[in-house]
């Protein structure tokens, strides 16, 4: 089984590239790879080490392995579908339980509409961090789009707030230009988070 390497200094593209093929090759054990996990999150993730939805998913019902299974006729007929990376790469569902194990947020939270097979040219991506907006748009850009938008609230949604203020950066081709919004700019109100903070 190969280490991973300590992550005390920001990995350079070609260190978090081999990394991520060990990682996702299977090449390292489970311990190796919580423990890389945790100190990337714990130091912070830049946009050369690339950049849940489903856990939310599950908590209302949603059955992800029959989603898996049907992704495709769910596209057809409503043209729109959720497509869980543990059903699709075998990879990931490798470190699926070792994500939950952990416990706290980590790069893969940020990598799925990264590492999009579709390989989707337009895209609106929200991120549940605003400071890591302009880094995810730099791994974007790096990467490759026609147009996308990387959004975050303020409160740490990964979506357009009506709460505070929002961090957008529009990401053209191999650039970015960041910018701040507001929903008054919309002709919206403010509300609160609370308003729409659910139940149980």
Same mark, same amino acid.
């Given at each position: 089984?190969? &280490?991973?390497?300590? %992550? !005390? @200094?920001?990995?350079?593209? #070609?260190? =978090?590239?081999?990394?991520? /093929? +060990?990682?996702?090759?299977?090449?390292?054990?489970?311990?190796?790879? &919580?423990?890389?996990? %945790? !100190? @990337?999150?714990?130091?912070? #993730?830049t =946009?050369?080490?690339?950049? /849940? +939805?489903?856990?939310?998913?599950?908590?209302?019902?949603?059955?992800?392995?029959?989603?898996?299974?049907?992704?495709?006729?769910?596209?057809?007929?409503?043209?729109?579908?959720?497509?869980?990376?543990?059903?699709?790469?075998?990879?990931?569902?490798?470190?699926?339980?070792?994500?939950?194990?952990?416990?706290?947020?980590?790069?893969?939270?940020?990598?799925?509409?990264?590492?999009?097979?579709?390989?989707?040219?337009?895209?609106?991506?929200?991120?549940?961090r605003?400071?890591?907006?302009?880094?995810?748009?730099?791994?974007?850009?790096?990467?490759?789009?026609?147009?996308?938008?990387?959004?975050?609230?303020?409160?740490?949604?990964?979506?357009?707030?009506?709460?505070?203020?929002n961090?957008?950066?529009?990401?053209?081709?191999?650039?970015?230009?960041?910018?701040?919004?507001?929903?008054?700019?919309?002709?919206?109100?403010?509300?609160?988070?609370e308003?729409?903070?659910?139940?149980?």
């Amino acid at each position: 089984m190969k &280490a991973l390497p300590p %992550v !005390e @200094l920001h990995l350079s593209e #070609e260190e =978090a590239e081999a990394a991520f /093929g +060990a990682l996702l090759d299977g090449e390292t054990s489970d311990e190796e790879i &919580a423990r890389f996990l %945790v !100190e @990337l999150s714990d130091r912070g #993730e830049t =946009a050369a080490e690339k950049a /849940g +939805a489903a856990d939310t998913l599950e908590a209302l019902g949603l059955d992800m392995e029959k989603a898996g299974r049907t992704a495709e006729k769910t596209l057809n007929d409503l043209g729109i579908c959720f497509l869980f990376a543990a059903n699709h790469h075998p990879a990931m569902r490798r470190i699926q339980p070792i994500r939950k194990a952990i416990g706290k947020r980590t790069i893969f939270n940020l990598m799925g509409p990264l590492s999009n097979p579709a390989r989707v040219g337009r895209q609106l991506i929200g991120i549940a961090r605003p400071a890591y907006v302009p880094i995810y748009a730099q791994a974007m850009a790096t990467l490759g789009t026609t147009r996308s938008m990387i959004v975050s609230g303020d409160e740490g949604l990964d979506e357009l707030s009506l709460a505070g203020g929002n961090e957008l950066a529009d990401v053209i081709g191999g650039d970015f230009e960041m910018h701040r919004l507001d929903c008054a700019e919309a002709g919206l109100a403010h509300a609160p988070v609370e308003a729409i903070r659910g139940g149980d």
